[in-house]
């Protein structure tokens, strides 16, 4: 976790912020405290996209996809704000560690390990599926390595398995995009699970 920058907010709804936990094309994470001292993980848009419709529309669908879902391999949804002047999202903070960081960090894990990793995602992919959702981005950044087995994050592509026709647009990480997903083609569960096979 790094501090907090210039320019960032002290609080974000009735979180007081307390630093960053990382940022990307969507946002930035901040880790916080609720009034009552819990810890919880807060993503908030890039306050420049909170102007685009289309982009609310998307931070609207992530909310929620990821309300949705719940399991011991997720990270649970505890308030948000999507209609706010610059969105946000609070979750459950996970102490953990990005799957990519991991192994870049201390290379390829055990077999032992690789098991408890595989079962804990084939789980959490069946527990988003069972609410009718695809997430579309499964890849390594996206799974935290937390004490009790792996979390499945950031929903903010996920889409209704029966909205996934080709006329939506293409988004996902490249090397992780199932061959339907780069298409444009009606996808389903087994676009998540080409990706879980990479």
Do not use: C
């Not at 001292?37 to 909170?50: D, L, S, W």
């Not at 948000?80 to 290379?107: I, Q």
């Not at 996808?187 to 990479?198: I, K, L, N, Q, T």
Request: proline fraction near 8%; hydrophobic fraction near 40%; aromatic fraction near 6%.
């Amino acid at each position: 976790m790094g501090p907090l920058e210039s320019g960032d907010p002290e609080r974000i709804g009735r979180y007081r912020l307390i630093g960053r936990l990382g940022a990307g094309g969507m946002g930035q994470v901040f880790f916080g405290r609720s009034a009552g001292g819990r810890p919880v993980a807060i993503k908030r848009i890039h306050p420049h996209m909170a102007t685009d419709a289309s982009f609310r529309e998307r931070f609207a669908r992530e909310v929620t996809a990821a309300r949705q879902v719940s399991g011991a391999f997720t990270a649970p949804v505890i308030d948000a704000d999507p209609d706010g002047e610059v969105p946000w999202l609070v979750t459950s903070y996970v102490p953990s560690l990005p799957l990519d960081e991991a192994v870049r960090a201390y290379g390829g894990l055990p077999e032992h390990t690789l098991r408890v990793l595989a079962t804990g995602l084939a789980e959490a992919l069946s527990e988003i599926h069972r609410v009718g959702l695809i997430h579309r981005d499964l890849k390594p950044g996206n799974v935290l390595l937390a004490e009790d087995g792996p979390r499945v994050i950031d929903f903010g592509i996920a889409r209704a398995s029966s909205g996934t026709a080709a006329t939506q647009s293409i988004i996902g990480t490249p090397g992780f995009m199932s061959p339907e997903q780069i298409q444009g083609e009606s996808m389903g569960p087994s676009s998540d699970m080409f990706a879980y096979g990479r």
